[in-house]
């Protein structure tokens, strides 16, 4: 009679169940890992995107230094009543002269509403930019310009060259040339544009100024050389008032807001519009 076998017992490796142990704990560390990640971490990360996004605010709402820039040059020629009659013909306040005399416009036959105008602080009380100070991105002045800064930028014959968004919201208007083709640069409120226009009128340039006034939720503008007035309509420019009534200027060019990294990146010869030499006077015209 046979006797069964004794089963023979396989040891157990040590290694195999420190690998286990170890397996578990790392299931556990990272279960509460994710745990504290639910608990904490969301907030946490939400926090630091919140000061992330406050810094770069922060950075991007300090002010650039632009060159020879007088926002506005007085409140105080502003009067109580724009308007008025004079021998019968409708008038809209236009200036206050250096004599203390009151300057006003003609507007009987004007191709808007005089009465719809708003401001009336006087013509070049926001004086726009007559003699641009250009640079390139490298230079002295052009590199105080941050890359996620909004600018316009325009290809002109003479090469690319951009204007900075909120210098354009204060100015509104920049009398440059591109070549010796004499252009302004005019802000379109409604749009949040630049258009460029050939300021050539009759074989003569001109310049432009701001009235003080805006309509028609544009600022109108006034040209130097015949005291008209004009106002941006449809992307063209149209003298509303004046000895060129009715005179239209066909855009050259249009841009919409675009980063300044972004720009630089694919424009490597462009230049940027950095201030204004008011070391000279304003243009008559």
């Not at 639910?38 to 230094?65: C, M, N």
């Not at 300057?103 to 926001?126: L, M």
């Not at 009128?201 to 009235?211: N, R, V």
């Not at 249009?254 to 230049?271: E, I, V």
Request: glycine share 10%.
């Amino acid at each position: 009679m046979t006797e069964p076998s004794a089963q023979v017992a396989v040891p157990r490796r040590p290694g195999s169940r420190l690998a286990r142990h170890l397996g578990l704990y790392a299931l556990v560390i990272t279960a509460a890992a994710v745990g504290l990640w639910f608990a904490f971490g969301k907030v946490l990360w939400a926090e630091y995107g919140k000061l992330v996004r406050e810094s770069r605010l922060s950075e991007d709402t300090v002010p650039v230094g632009y060159i020879g820039l007088n926002y506005r040059r007085s409140y105080n020629d502003r009067p109580l009543h724009f308007h008025g009659v004079v021998e019968g013909r409708k008038t809209l306040f236009a200036a206050k002269t250096e004599s203390g005399t009151i300057d006003v416009y003609d507007v009987t036959d004007a191709a808007f509403d005089p009465q719809t105008v708003q401001g009336g602080f006087g013509r070049d009380s926001i004086p726009g930019i007559d003699y641009p100070i250009i640079d390139p991105p490298g230079g002295k002045d052009g590199r105080i310009l941050r890359d996620r800064q909004s600018v316009f930028g325009l290809n002109l014959k003479e090469g690319p060259r951009t204007y900075p968004h909120d210098l354009m919201t204060k100015i509104e208007v920049v009398n440059d040339k591109d070549g010796a083709t004499p252009i302004v640069i005019v802000y379109d409120r409604k749009a949040q544009a630049v258009v460029a226009f050939e300021r050539v009128f009759g074989g003569a340039a001109t310049t432009f100024g701001t009235t003080g006034y805006s309509c028609q939720q544009q600022s109108l503008l006034y040209d130097r050389k015949t005291k008209s007035l004009w106002l941006l309509q449809n992307d063209n420019l149209v003298c509303v008032n004046g000895p060129l009534k009715g005179s239209v200027a066909k855009p050259r060019d249009k841009a919409s807001p675009t980063l300044w990294g972004d720009w630089k990146r694919t424009h490597s010869t462009t230049t940027v519009l950095v201030g204004n030499d008011r070391a000279k006077p304003i243009p008559t015209e």
